[in-house]
């Protein structure tokens, strides 16, 4: 009798657990941040992590007001911006490429846009303060700055003293080299009116939004943080992409 009941029960008790499992996985899923809806040619890509994955470097809340407010308030006007004219059959690359011809709107919701795209991309709840040393991105930080915590301690300074909103940068300049460099507003270094020049790597939003509901005005205490979330892989393949 004890047998015959114990088989049922230990099927009934298998059948929980892979239920449970499955329920799991289907939570991880869903935790995963699809993107607003965002009529028109450009699109918001879903995040590859839930809002509370970088916590508490960066928190839950930030994240979300950041991500379908900001981003998505750059996208909707850019799309907005565009409507019924030629940029409509033009890339964004191509875009900020020649903004200097384009009205402030496009400009400033154009940044956003692709500013985001790549902020979001540069984060992971798997980074870390400093590539690997196998990643090819982590030689070019050394033969161009010295060693890694030079480059931190320039990138931090650029973050730190841009003054008001903006961003800080890590670029391939012109001239094929590593270099540092911020910008105003939701300007960046594609723009064809860039102070410095050349291909995003890794960029930190220093917009007050990015940081202000954790951090107040602890600007510093911010960037900081920020050094923890990176996501070199990603800066890696941009960098390789970058240089070919």
Same mark, same amino acid.
């Given at each position: 009798?004890?047998?015959?009941?114990?088989?049922?029960?230990?099927?009934?008790?298998?059948?929980?657990?892979?239920?449970?499992?499955?329920?799991?996985?289907?939570?991880?899923?869903?935790? /995963?941040?699809?993107?607003?809806?965002?009529?028109?040619?450009?699109?918001?890509?879903?995040?590859?992590?839930?809002?509370?994955?970088?916590?508490?470097?960066?928190?839950?809340?930030?994240?979300?007001?950041?991500?379908?407010?900001?981003?998505?308030?750059?996208?909707?006007?850019?799309?907005?911006?565009?409507?019924?004219?030629?940029? =409509?059959?033009?890339?964004?690359?191509?875009?900020?490429?020649?903004?200097?011809?384009?009205?402030?709107?496009?400009?400033?919701?154009?940044?956003?846009?692709?500013?985001?795209? /790549?902020?979001?991309?540069?984060?992971?709840?798997?980074?870390?303060?400093?590539?690997?040393?196998?990643?090819?991105?982590?030689?070019?930080?050394?033969?161009?700055?010295?060693?890694?915590?030079?480059?931190?301690?320039?990138?931090?300074?650029?973050?730190?003293?841009?003054?008001?909103?903006?961003? &800080?940068?890590?670029?391939?300049? =012109?001239?094929?080299?590593?270099?540092?460099?911020?910008?105003?507003?939701?300007?960046?270094?594609?723009?064809? /009116?860039?102070?410095?020049?050349?291909?995003?790597?890794?960029?930190?939003?220093?917009?007050?939004?990015?940081?202000?509901?954790?951090?107040?005005?602890?600007?510093?205490?911010?960037?900081? &943080?920020?050094?923890?979330?990176?996501?070199?892989? =990603?800066?890696?393949?941009?960098?390789?992409?970058?240089?070919?």
């Amino acid at each position: 009798m004890k047998l015959l009941y114990g088989g049922p029960i230990m099927l009934i008790m298998l059948g929980m657990m892979i239920s449970g499992c499955c329920q799991n996985s289907n939570k991880e899923s869903a935790a /995963l941040v699809s993107a607003p809806e965002t009529p028109g040619k450009f699109k918001m890509e879903p995040l590859d992590y839930p809002f509370a994955s970088l916590e508490p470097h960066i928190d839950a809340r930030t994240m979300q007001i950041h991500y379908e407010k900001h981003h998505a308030g750059y996208t909707k006007n850019l799309n907005n911006a565009i409507k019924g004219t030629a940029l =409509e059959s033009k890339s964004i690359e191509e875009i900020l490429g020649e903004i200097s011809k384009q009205s402030a709107a496009v400009r400033n919701n154009g940044g956003g846009y692709y500013n985001h795209n /790549l902020f979001w991309k540069n984060l992971s709840p798997n980074g870390s303060e400093k590539p690997g040393a196998n990643l090819e991105i982590s030689k070019a930080i050394d033969a161009a700055f010295g060693n890694f915590y030079k480059f931190k301690k320039e990138f931090t300074a650029a973050a730190a003293t841009r003054f008001g909103s903006g961003w &800080a940068w890590l670029i391939l300049d =012109e001239k094929g080299k590593l270099a540092i460099s911020s910008t105003p507003n939701q300007d960046n270094p594609l723009m064809d /009116l860039a102070e410095k020049k050349g291909i995003p790597l890794l960029a930190i939003d220093v917009w007050e939004h990015a940081y202000y509901l954790q951090y107040q005005n602890r600007r510093p205490d911010y960037i900081s &943080a920020f050094f923890n979330v990176i996501n070199w892989e =990603e800066v890696n393949r941009r960098y390789l992409t970058a240089k070919n």
